[in-house]
T-cell receptor, first 110, second 114 residues
Framework: DAKTTQPTSMDCAEGRAANLPCNHS???????VYWYRQIHSQGPQYIIH???NNETNEMASLIITEDRKSSTLILPHATLRDTAVYYC???????????FGTGTRLQVFP | DTGVSQDPRHKITKRGQNVTFRCDPI?????LYWYRQTLGQGPEFLTY????????KSRLLSDRFSAERPKGSFSTLEIQRTEQGDSAMYLC????????????FGSGTRLTVV
């Protein structure tokens, strides 16, 4: 699997948009970008995934650059409950196992 | 169905003892995964099943570890002769065969070896 690079930690004010970057410069054409998050003492939670196009669901938006070498997860109105570790993962297809890195620790403050 | 269930939530055991964890996946999910997570690290893949077949095992899974999914439903992960280095959170996840909506994880079993 392609390796991803994420900042170790980020802060965001409550109510503001949280933009979490991820670099995946060696991504292959058939690899998807997945985002998960892990709130303290819980298992990881699926957020969103994409291949080439930008994606949006009820939780977040995923912006993938045209060259697919990086992406940004956007939480449009961060709340205190969004404080978590966010993992960016690339995988060959939906059936490939997930390989987690160390993620970005997002702290949302009042 | 309320998601992936893991039992117990916490386990404290003495070094050298055997422990067994159970995972009940989402009923219609064919695939079941085990991960291990230590403090400050992301989850590490251990093994996965498709129905009752164990299709892949990580080299992290030493011969003291064994996992089963006998009827393609629940799974157990056993650790024999536990060591202090086995202390971690053990996470189970399940997914549909096509995996198109990602994995659903359980809340994990936290193992402490004293």
């Amino acid at each position: 699997d392609a390796k991803t690079t994420q900042p170790t930690s980020m802060d965001c004010a409550e109510g503001r948009a949280a933009n979490l970057p991820c670099n995946h410069s060696t991504i292959s054409g058939n690899e998807y970008v997945y985002w998960y998050r892990q709130i303290h003492s819980q298992g990881p939670q699926y957020i969103i995934h994409g291949l080439k196009n930008n994606e949006t669901n009820e939780m977040a938006s995923l912006i993938i650059t045209e060259d697919r070498k990086s992406s940004t997860l956007i939480l449009p109105h961060a709340t205190l409950r969004d404080t978590a570790v966010y993992y960016c993962i690339v995988r060959v297809d939906h059936t490939d196992k997930l390989i987690f890195g160390t993620g970005t620790r997002l702290q949302v403050f009042p | 169905d309320t998601g992936v269930s893991q039992d117990p939530r916490h386990k404290i055991t003495k070094r050298g003892q055997n422990v067994t964890f159970r995972c009940d996946p989402i009923s219609e999910h064919n695939r079941l995964y085990w991960y291990r997570q230590t403090l400050g690290q992301g989850p590490e893949f251990l093994t996965y099943f498709q129905n009752e077949a164990q299709l892949e095992k990580s080299r992290l899974l030493s011969d003291r570890f064994s996992a089963e999914r006998p009827k393609g439903s629940f799974s157990t992960l056993e650790i024999q002769r536990t060591e202090q280095g086995d202390s971690a959170m053990y996470l189970c996840a399940s997914s549909s065969l096509d995996g198109s909506y990602g994995y659903t994880f359980g809340s994990g079993t936290r193992l402490t070896v004293v």
